[in-house]
C-alpha cells in the first residue's frame, strides 16, 4: 500500500477511519496524549504495524481497519452533514451510532432523496465521485410545467451553458402523455446541476428523486433505511 513505509501503518489515518473523524482531529487527539501503542503514549506522526494494541482515551480500537459500505434511502428534508442545518436533520439520525463514522459518498441536496452510499474507504469514495471515474447516476425527475420539446432536444443534444459549465443531461420521457415526468442520466455531479440545468431553461424541480448510482441501484429499499453493500 501507499501508505505503508515497511509495513508500517500511519496512526492518524487509522484513527480517522476508525473513530470517523477528519485526520486534523486524529492528530489532535495525538497531540492530547489520548492515544497509546502497546501502552506507550503516541506521538504526532507516529506509525504501527498490524497486531499493535490502540487504546483512545482507555478505550481499544481495531488495529486493522475494516471497511464498510451502506446504502441509503434519504428521505427529502434531511441534510447529508454531520452538523444539523437550522431545523432540518441530518442523515446520521437515520443511522445507528455504529455507522456514524461512514462519511457520505458524494451529495444530495436537502430537498432531494433516493440512493447515497456512505463508507469510511477513502479510496471508492474518490473512485465514485472523481469525474474521470464517469460513474452514471439516475435519477427521477418532476418538473412544475411541461418540457417543451425544443428545450428537450436543448438539454440532451447540445446541453445548456451555466456557470461552471456546459450541462449536458440525458432524458427519457417516464410515459408518452406527460411531460413533467423524466428519467434523467448523467455522468457528472456538480452542486445541483439538475436543477440548475432547468432552471436556466425557466423550470422548477418539484421532485428530484436518485435511483442508481454506477453499480448501485436503490431497489427495493425503503425511504430512511439502508443496506450494507459490496465494494463493487
Not at 85 to 103: A, N, R, S
Not at 159 to 165: P, R, S
Not at 210 to 232: H, M, Q, S
Request: hydrophobic fraction near 35%.
Amino acid at each position: 500500500m501507499a501508505e505503508e513505509t515497511n509495513n508500517l501503518l500511519r496512526l492518524n489515518k487509522h484513527l480517522a477511519l476508525s473513530l470517523g473523524v477528519s485526520r486534523r482531529e486524529a492528530d489532535n487527539l495525538i497531540d492530547q496524549k489520548a492515544v497509546k501503542i502497546n501502552d506507550s503514549i503516541a506521538t504526532l506522526g507516529a506509525r504501527f504495524k498490524d497486531g499493535d494494541t490502540i487504546t483512545v482515551n482507555g478505550k481499544k480500537i481495531a488495529s486493522k481497519t475494516e471497511y464498510q459500505y451502506i446504502a441509503l434511502n434519504k428521505p427529502v428534508g434531511y441534510v447529508c452533514s454531520r452538523k444539523q442545518q437550522g431545523d432540518h436533520p441530518t442523515i446520521y439520525e437515520l443511522l445507528p451510532q455504529e455507522l456514524h463514522k461512514l462519511k457520505p459518498v458524494g451529495r444530495l441536496d436537502r430537498d432531494s432523496s433516493g440512493i447515497i452510499l456512505l463508507s469510511n474507504d477513502g479510496d471508492f469514495a474518490y473512485h465514485m465521485t472523481h469525474p474521470s471515474f464517469n460513474k452514471v447516476k439516475i435519477y427521477n425527475v418532476r418538473l412544475e410545467d411541461d418540457l417543451a420539446p425544443l428545450h428537450q432536444q436543448m438539454i440532451s443534444d447540445y446541453g445548456v451553458n451555466l456557470e461552471d459549465g456546459a450541462s449536458k443531461l440525458q432524458l427519457e420521457r417516464m410515459n408518452t402523455s406527460d411531460r413533467k415526468s423524466w428519467i434523467v442520466t448523467m455522468h457528472e455531479g456538480r452542486n445541483r446541476q439538475i436543477r440548475r440545468t432547468f432552471g436556466s431553461l425557466g423550470y422548477t424541480v418539484r421532485k428530484l428523486h436518485r435511483t442508481n448510482f454506477g453499480n448501485y441501484a436503490l431497489g427495493d429499499i425503503a425511504p430512511g433505511k439502508f443496506e450494507i453493500v459490496d465494494n463493487k
